[in-house]
């Protein structure tokens, strides 16, 4: 089992759409999460980084982590054709240690 | 955040033969990192770059394959040495910028094809 999973897509949307983006993982150690977006041919992009359990929302992202399920999300609301890319999880223990990433999912907003 | 510039943007090389990937960033910055990217697959660390001393490789990356230098704080380079078509893949660039969670972010990446 890998230690981070998500479902590769492609994910295809009619704009306007709320978009939910999710990641499993095995290993409960971990406490510190990000959502990174990746266009095409462009390195990743910090989206959101939280901690622990809850949820953090900015603008039109809200990032969820629900530590006792191992499940982590990222909603997009009102999703637009500039919302396309893939968009990696990732998480590591402790705010000096490595990072982990999931595979990443591809993400279309049709116009 | 930080801005990060990778050279080359890509390349497309021989076999056997070797590239030298530079990567710069904006402000002076602790941690500096590489990672491959191969096509569906997750980013994987190949080792971080210290300042001053060698570089720390994770498991199944060697020195005499993925050298590095960190002569200073803004600056790293990775040698990509001996090329095979098995090392095509996108080289990433990243630092970690310190505060409460040590945020990293990713230069543009550098496209590396080998024939």
């Known amino acids: 089992q890998k230690e981070v999973e998500q479902d590769p897509g492609p994910l295809s949307v009619p704009e306007g759409a709320i978009v939910s983006l999710n990641c499993t993982y095995s290993?409960?150690?971990?406490?510190?999460f990000m959502w990174y977006r990746q266009y095409s041919r462009k390195g990743p992009e910090l989206l959101m980084y939280t901690y622990s359990s809850g949820n953090k929302e900015d603008g039109r992202f809200t990032a969820q982590v629900d530590k006792s399920s191992k499940y982590i999300s990222l909603f997009i609301r009102d999703s637009q054709p500039s919302d396309s890319a893939t968009y990696l999880c990732a998480m590591r223990k402790t705010s000096y240690d490595k990072v982990i990433f999931g595979p990443g999912t591809s993400l279309s907003v049709i116009p | 955040s930080a801005v990060i510039s990778q050279k080359p943007s890509r390349d497309i090389c021989q076999r056997g033969t070797s590239l030298t990937i530079q990567c710069q960033v904006d402000s002076q910055v602790t941690m500096m990192f590489w990672y491959r990217q191969q096509p569906g697959q997750s980013l994987t660390l190949i080792a971080t770059?210290?300042?001053?001393?060698?570089?720390?490789?994770e498991s199944g990356f060697v020195i005499d394959k993925f050298p590095i230098s960190r002569p200073n704080l803004t600056f790293s380079t990775l040698t990509v040495s001996n090329m095979s078509p098995e090392d095509s893949s996108i080289y990433l660039c990243?630092?970690?910028?310190?505060?409460?969670?040590?945020?990293?972010?990713f230069g543009p990446g550098t496209r590396l094809t080998v024939l």
């Open positions: 990243s630092v970690e910028k310190a505060g409460e969670y040590n945020e990293q972010f």
């Open positions: 290993n409960s150690a971990f406490q510190y």
């Open positions: 770059a210290n300042q001053g001393s060698e570089a720390t490789y």
